[in-house]
């Protein structure tokens, strides 16, 4: 099969899911969501829609192409992805293992040349009585690998809060992490953390139980992406 016809095929997938998943976000009034996400090995994607902006990650693997020719495959893919979710390339934020010399900053915003600051609200409810118990599993098994993320310098700040006082069933919610990523493109990594989880936790099994655990906790769990608001 010819790279033309696996590019068409990438092409077909991704705009077949792109419809269907537009189509339930539009219903649900649902500004982000994941479009594409591995979907085909040949084109190892993980692509986010947030707001009219595209955050694109490549999963690493041996392609088998030299540098110049991935770059080329590269910058193929991201203008069929611009072309089909109609979004500008220089919309499209990418985050990539190497820079190449020839690319220019206009063709689309690399993610270590994206310097503004983007910020999570992580919210989880959880069930009556046991919210020192999900606060605890956090703080042993997420927070370490979010101190490792800041000390890399992915993350900027880490704030963890929970409410004073109780509040009606419908609006609770027991504890608040606010995340301050470096740029949206790492706010949107799914593997931000991955590298830090067996260094920290040499017994995965024990890990992923106790994730189990905590998730199993939860009642509910969203995030609101936040943006400042310039004040006269």
Same mark, same amino acid.
């Given at each position: 099969m010819?790279?033309?016809?696996?590019? +068409?095929?990438?092409?077909?997938?991704?705009?077949?899911?792109y419809?269907?998943?537009?189509?339930?976000?539009?219903?649900? +009034?649902?500004?982000?969501?994941?479009?594409?996400?591995h979907?085909?090995? /040949? !084109?190892?994607?993980?692509?986010e829609?947030?707001?009219?902006k595209?955050?694109?990650?490549?999963?690493?693997?041996?392609?088998?192409?030299?540098?110049?020719e991935?770059?080329?495959?590269?910058?193929?893919?991201?203008?069929?992805?611009?072309?089909?979710?109609?979004?500008?390339?220089?919309?499209?934020?990418?985050?990539?293992r190497?820079?190449? +010399?020839?690319?220019?900053?206009?063709?689309?915003?690399?993610?270590? /040349?994206?310097?503004? !600051?983007?910020?999570?609200?992580?919210?989880?409810?959880?069930?009556?009585?046991?919210?020192? /118990?999900?606060?605890?599993?956090?703080?042993?098994?997420?927070?370490?690998?979010?101190?490792?993320?800041?000390?890399?310098?992915d993350? =900027?700040?880490?704030?963890?809060?929970?409410p004073?006082?109780?509040?009606?069933?419908?609006?609770?919610?027991?504890?608040? #992490?606010?995340?301050? !990523?470096?740029?949206?493109?790492?706010?949107?990594?799914?593997?931000?953390?991955?590298?830090?989880?067996?260094?920290?936790?040499?017994?995965?099994?024990?890990?992923?139980?106790?994730?189990?655990?905590r998730?199993?906790?939860? =009642?509910?769990?969203?995030?609101?992406? #936040? /943006?400042?608001?310039?004040?006269?």
């Amino acid at each position: 099969m010819t790279e033309e016809e696996k590019l +068409s095929m990438f092409e077909n997938r991704l705009l077949k899911v792109y419809k269907h998943k537009s189509k339930l976000a539009r219903r649900q +009034s649902i500004a982000c969501y994941r479009v594409y996400d591995h979907d085909m090995p /040949e !084109f190892p994607f993980s692509i986010e829609l947030y707001e009219g902006k595209v955050y694109l990650a490549e999963y690493l693997r041996h392609h088998g192409m030299t540098d110049e020719e991935h770059d080329v495959w590269l910058d193929a893919c991201i203008a069929l992805i611009g072309k089909l979710l109609e979004v500008p390339v220089s919309k499209i934020y990418v985050r990539q293992r190497k820079k190449m +010399s020839h690319r220019t900053e206009d063709q689309y915003e690399k993610i270590n /040349e994206q310097k503004d !600051f983007f910020t999570v609200e992580n919210y989880y409810k959880v069930k009556w009585g046991y919210a020192e /118990e999900f606060i605890n599993l956090w703080k042993t098994n997420h927070y370490p690998l979010l101190k490792k993320s800041k000390e890399k310098g992915d993350l =900027i700040s880490v704030i963890a809060e929970k409410p004073r006082l109780h509040s009606s069933e419908d609006s609770r919610w027991d504890f608040k #992490v606010t995340l301050i !990523f470096k740029n949206a493109a790492l706010a949107f990594d799914p593997d931000l953390t991955t590298p830090y989880k067996k260094e920290l936790y040499p017994d995965q099994e024990k890990l992923t139980k106790d994730e189990q655990h905590r998730f199993e906790l939860l =009642i509910a769990h969203w995030d609101v992406m #936040v /943006e400042d608001v310039p004040l006269p």
